[in-house]
Structures are given as structure tokens and as C-alpha cells.
């Protein structure tokens, strides 16, 4: 996303630069979900709509009356006659303040590395699995889903490997990465991605095939190449991932459609 805005009142803005991960309709409610968690909720009007225009297309008379703007790089999304424009952080039972405070912030300069380590390293749930910890806003602040992907597709670790079985210098590993990108492009996501958004594609490492999957208790996508993340692989549930993976050449989101659509088919 490079561009925002809109006339209604929110109480969190999203990020230019953070990557529109997941759009969400239900009935005449639209949600857009951004790679940190932030979701965008409008409920439509009769007439209400949400209009995607391309660069040169005449947008004037929409703009006028539009009530939000989102601007990508080669199009704009225009909403138009929403009752209700609001937004609010997904689902995500570690964000929680009642369940602890909230780690370093990673685009801090002066953020303390050791410290996001042994919060790592003293994670309450060992069986939980790495791609969970690293969105944990108690472990450290600042790693959306595109760095989540990212890192451990650099770090070669397998998803679904137990936090309990890395070592502290797997973690710092992982932390000084995170740390690294965040500080170096704080507005904006690297623009060549190893494993983010290339399903079906080849591997720029092993040649193998990226795979992606929705995980953990947000269900939030996860790319990830099978072949050559298979650091601690061991310690996961391969089992698991089989079952949730979306097959190749079908986007995440119809794969999510279609089978809450055989549920819902095989219900009646």
C-alpha cells in the first residue's frame, strides 16, 4: 500500500508500505486485513460499493464522494456509501493486555536483542511453534507476517518447529534478522520477496516449490518452501501441515472459500 486516507474517524490508521494480505466479505460487510494484524471493517449501504480503479481511469466524481482511498502501486481501491467504517486489530489471542506486557519494539534503535531472545527462550508454551512466537507482540514488537514468512524462510526453519528446540543462538539469529530489516526499511517492505505472495513459484534456493498454508490460532497465511526450510522439521507435525496446505495454482483465499463452502454443503 502506498497511499491512505479517508474522511471518517478511526482509531488506528493503516501503515503505508504494509502489504493488504486478506480480503473478507460477508454479506454487506468488507473487511481488509494488512500483514500486522490491522483489519479494515466497512459495512455497506444498499447502494454502497467499493470501486478498483487503475491508473488514467477517470476517478474525480468517486473521490468526491469516497470515504476511504487505498492506493497501490498501479491502482487505486475507492469505498463509496459505507454506514460504518471502522478498524481494529484481527484476532489474535497474544495481543491481549491482559495476558502480559508487550515486548521491545524492534524499529527502536536502541532496542534491547537480548532481551526479545530470552523472552523467546522463555516462552510459557514449548510446543508452540516458531511462526507463532515470531507474531507474538509479547516476544517483540514490529514483525508483521510478510517478515514472519521472510525470516524463516532466510533462517531455513521449518514453520512448525518448536520454539523449545531452537537454541539461543537460533533465536538471536532470528531476532538480529528482524531487527535488521525493520531498521533498514521501517516504512516499507523489501520489494523482492524470497517466499511472500509466490505460490506455485520456484524456490530462488533450492528450486523446490513454495507452499503456503494458514497457521496457528489467527489462521494467518504462511508462505514457506518445504524443501529447504527444514531446520528442527523434526519436532513438527507434518501431518498438520498436508491438511491445510493450499494446493498450487489456487489463491489462499478461494482455497478458504471453497472449503467452508463443501462444509457447509455437506451440513445441509
Not at 207 to 231: K, M, P, S
Amino acid at each position: 500500500m502506498v497511499h491512505f486516507e479517508t474522511t471518517e474517524s478511526i482509531v488506528l490508521s493503516p501503515q503505508i508500505g504494509r502489504m493488504i494480505e486478506e480480503v473478507r466479505v460477508e454479506a454487506r460487510s468488507i473487511e481488509i486485513i494488512w500483514d500486522d494484524g490491522l483489519a479494515l471493517t466497512t459495512t455497506m449501504r444498499r447502494k454502497g460499493s467499493w470501486h478498483i480503479c487503475r491508473a488514467g481511469d477517470n476517478q474525480i466524481k468517486r473521490k468526491k464522494s469516497a470515504q476511504v482511498v487505498i492506493g497501490l502501486s498501479d491502482l487505486s481501491v475507492i469505498c463509496c456509501g459505507a454506514s460504518e467504517v471502522e478498524t481494529h486489530h484481527d484476532f489474535d489471542p497474544h495481543r491481549h493486555p491482559i495476558l502480559g506486557r508487550q515486548g521491545p519494539d524492534l524499529s527502536d534503535a536502541d532496542v534491547n536483542l537480548d532481551e526479545c531472545v530470552d523472552r523467546m527462550l522463555r516462552y510459557e508454551d514449548a510446543d508452540a511453534t516458531i511462526a507463532e512466537v515470531l507474531l507474538d507482540q509479547r516476544v517483540m514488537r514490529g514483525v508483521g507476517n510478510v517478515y514472519r514468512c521472510e525470516l524463516l524462510w532466510a533462517c531455513e526453519l521449518h514453520p512448525w518447529a518448536k520454539v523449545s528446540s531452537l537454541s539461543r543462538d537460533e533465536c538471536r539469529e532470528l531476532v538480529s534478522l528482524a531487527a535488521g530489516a525493520i531498521l533498514e526499511k521501517p516504512q516499507h517492505v523489501a520489494t523482492e520477496l524470497a517466499v511472500y505472495g509466490r505460490h506455485g513459484k520456484t524456490c530462488a534456493r533450492c528450486n523446490g516449490l513454495i507452499r503456503v498454508t494458514h497457521h496457528g490460532e489467527a489462521n494467518r497465511v504462511l508462505y514457506w518452501c518445504a524443501d529447504c526450510q527444514v531446520r528442527h522439521a523434526g519436532t513438527s507435525s507434518s501431518r498438520y501441515v498436508t491438511e491445510h496446505d493450499t494446493p498450487p495454482g489456487v489463491h489462499p483465499a478461494e482455497h478458504i472459500y471453497l472449503s467452508e463452502l463443501t462444509q457447509a454443503r455437506k451440513s445441509v
